[in-house]
């Protein structure tokens, strides 16, 4: 073996491990050096050789806030998609961009916040209400689903190398976090071990435990009386105790300082400080944690605790290759020629193809039938705005097509494409409604492109280029100015189309009533409107899945400062939805058929095979997003109405017919008893498999059924949570 080379210092000596290379490393500082490294923006330690370093970066669906960059569709338009391995793809292609601009910036000498490698992203909160304005930075108000989906993003932004990570993937905001916005610097979320273990910790399980995610934010909250960055139980006894989590903590931006200023749980910053970092917060985005001089003299921490925040800081850091010759690390090749490449805008079309969801294609009136129309007036503020396709935490687009773009250029020189706004996100005027009537009454259909924007949803202060957010909002009904124009040009007879661009679930009753077809595109990205073109003119069958619940109104909704699940989301919810979570349309139409559960006694540890036959009846190919639904018919316990335990896209041709197998492990049947075990109950499970939840398979015009089994569980099993 190679003696090593002992002019090297080890932590800079590739050879060695990783341990032996950051305690030399932390081994070297002063007290002040490592509190420094703590903080955000890390100044350089130039006797060491350590250059300056941000660690915020961001990439929710694109690398964001670094120039031009592919943008694809927002998180919640990607857990649309139900396509893990797409959304695979999406962070890997996101991974090779944020990879190849860290280098270039590099090179440069820039070293300035969003040129990094860790980024905080994704956002893995459970939407629990459609009011909450970060609701689109998440993937649905499914635990299941979030976690498949979050899983898959870290694993694509970290890489697969055995040695090196590519990026680091950041789960956030831990943990109970989704609003209100404006209060989130002192709220309390409170919540029962019951809601707590079943709905809002299961994705951060998962992320960590299978997606090995090299970091976890903290969210801004208490939880239980406990600040969320300095949660003994949330940081300590669940996330590194139970989960075995060995990565690092990073506060979000500010919540040091909320501990003492506005949680008011500690008298001053050197005790906030202190308290964070001896409950499991390694990292923080601000400034609190230079207090931690003062707190170690004060005596309210130890240096030594101060260590082992560092020493997980810069074993990321070592991981990165950051402190490696260039040509050891393989993701160090990467071609800036990535970035904003023709693959990947590719790939951001194709994902605002997937995450299309067709929500009422009245007596088969879309596609549109060749010939059917001569004319199309586009109208709608969302018609032709670029910002509007980007959701939040976004990239620049070098380029970018509205839906009116898009339908023009699909349109072709045969159909005449005119354009009106009609009005604003907000307001309108009556000269607008008029001039996008003219268009209307010119015109054989119309396409109103309707919804909300930033403006009405995001996060608390975000910026726009009209203003400022409104955060939360206090209903979800199609804004009145929007309403109003709907209407004015409805009353003039012309069948029309709605196309709804959003981040959250709108009640939007009264277009359901009039509007002949519905579809929801998200904020669709840079190429979203090129895919609702392409939808409307049937050179793409839609085959996304709602992953939220559409709710006729506000009023079917608890108090929003309720964290109690029962009544909302799916699982919960006891009324009539506008549109159920899982639901979605087709152009084609699929049949299932030869259901099997095995076995159908469940002991111990045993999965669950379930198998079923799908064939495509219809005329067109198409995607079908077979869903599995399990129900507990006789627990003892307060238990989820059905919750989703495995799903699948799968693409047919016509007259295909695809198996499609599920594992289901023992643990999705489990429950939360009253003194918080978690139990698989003895007793009997309904099984239902199909293209929507079960009970609303009319509501799909016979585009999808659903098949049901049932199986036994003879003797209650314990399942550990670790």
């Known amino acids: 073996m190679k003696a090593r080379d002992s002019k090297i210092p080890v932590y800079k000596d590739p050879s060695l491990s990783v341990e032996q290379r950051v305690d030399d490393l932390v081994g070297r500082m002063t007290l002040e050096e490592k509190i420094s490294q703590m903080l955000n923006a890390a100044p ?173 934010m903290g969210a801004y909250n208490r939880t239980n009386g406990e600040p969320c960055c300095a949660s003994p139980t949330l940081l300590q006894g ?54 931690l001089v003062g707190a170690v003299q004060q005596g309210l921490i130890m240096e030594q605790e101060i260590d082992g925040a560092v020493r997980r800081l810069f074993t990321a850091r070592i991981r990165l290759g950051m402190f490696d010759p260039p040509d050891m690390v393989p993701y160090a090749q990467i071609p800036y020629e990535v970035n904003d490449s023709e693959q990947h805008r590719s790939l951001a079309l194709e994902s605002a193809r997937q995450s299309l969801v067709l929500l009422k294609n009245e007596k088969g009136f879309l596609p549109l039938k060749s010939g059917s129309v001569r004319s199309i007036a586009v109208i709608g503020p969302n018609a032709d705005d670029v910002e509007v396709l980007l959701g939040n935490y976004n990239g620049t687009p070098s380029r970018a097509v509205t839906p009116f773009q898009g339908i023009k250029t699909r349109a072709g020189p045969d159909i005449l494409v005119s354009y009106a706004r009609g009005s604003g996100i907000i307001t309108g005027s009556v000269e607008e409604t008029l001039a996008a009537a003219e268009v209307v009454r010119q015109s054989d259909l119309v396409v109103a492109c309707v919804g909300i924007s930033q403006l009405l949803e995001g996060e608390e202060g975000q910026e726009m280029s009209e203003g400022i957010s409104q955060g939360d909002r206090t209903d979800i009904d199609l804004p009145q100015a929007q309403d109003k124009l709907l209407r004015a040009v409805s009353a003039i007879g012309k069948p029309m189309v709605v196309v709804l661009i959003n981040g959250s679930a709108l009640s939007v009753n009264w277009v359901n009533e009039r509007a002949q077809a519905i579809l929801e595109a998200w904020y669709p990205g840079e190429d979203g409107g090129t895919a609702i073109a392409e939808a409307i003119f049937g050179d793409y069958s839609p085959g996304g899945k709602l992953p939220v619940t559409f709710y006729q109104s506000a009023a079917d ?65 198409g995607d079908e997003v077979v869903q599995v639904y399990v129900t507990d018919l006789e627990a003892s316990v307060p238990v989820p109405i059905r919750q989703l335990v495995g799903f699948r896209r799968v693409h047919m041709a016509p007259a295909e017919m695809k198996t499609v197998t599920f594992a289901i492990r023992t643990d999705q049947l489990s429950l939360i008893t009253d003194d918080g075990r978690r139990l698989v109950e003895a007793g009997r499970f309904q099984i239902a498999v199909g293209g929507c939840q079960p009970g609303y398979e009319e509501r799909t015009g016979g585009t999808t059924e659903v098949l049901t089994s049932f199986l036994e569980v003879p003797h209650s099993v314990p399942i550990a949570e670790s």
């Not at 979570?581 to 540890?605: C, I, M, Q």
């Open 238 to 291: 669940i996330l590194r105790d139970e989960w075995g989590f060995d990565g690092y903590v990073v506060s979000d931006c500010g919540a040091i300082n909320d501990i003492h200023q506005h949680h008011r749980v500690a008298a001053t910053s050197e005790q906030a400080a202190a308290m964070a970092v001896k409950a499991g917060c390694d990292l923080e985005c601000g400034c609190v944690y230079e207090a």
């Open 557 to 621: 909704l608890p108090a929003f400062t309720d964290y109690a699940m029962e009544g909302k989301t799916y699982r919960y919810f006891r009324g009539k939805p506008l549109f159920p979570f899982g639901f979605g349309l087709s152009y084609t139409r699929f049949r299932y058929s030869g259901l099997h559960v095995v076995p159908d006694k469940v002991e111990g540890g045993n999965s669950i095979q379930v198998s079923v036959k799908v064939r495509n009846v219809g005329e067109r190919a």
């Open 44 to 216: 350089a330690i130039e006797r060491l050789d350590i250059p300056e370093y941000d660690w915020w970066n961001e990439c929710l669906h694109g690398v964001a806030r670094a120039g031009i960059a592919t943008v694809f569709p927002q998180a919640i338009g990607l857990a649309s998609t139900w396509n893990t391995d797409l959304v695979s793809r999406v962070a890997v292609a996101i991974s090779d961009e944020a990879r190849a601009k860290h280098h270039e910036f590099a090179r440069q000498g820039n070293r300035a916040r969003y040129t990094g490698l860790t980024f905080w992203t994704p956002n893995i909160n459970i939407f629990r209400d459609p009011r909450w304005g970060r609701g689109q930075e998440t993937y649905g108000e499914d635990p299941y689903l979030t976690a498949r989906m979050g899983v898959v993003f870290i694993q694509g932004l970290q890489g697969n190398d055995p040695r090196y990570l590519k990026l680091v993937g950041t789960a956030k905001h831990y943990a109970v976090h989704s609003g209100p916005e404006h209060d989130r610097h002192h709220f309390d979320a409170r919540v029962s071990q019951r809601d707590l273990r079943q709905t809002y910790l299961p994705a951060f399980k998962a992320c960590v435990q299978e997606g090995k995610a090299a970091s976890v």
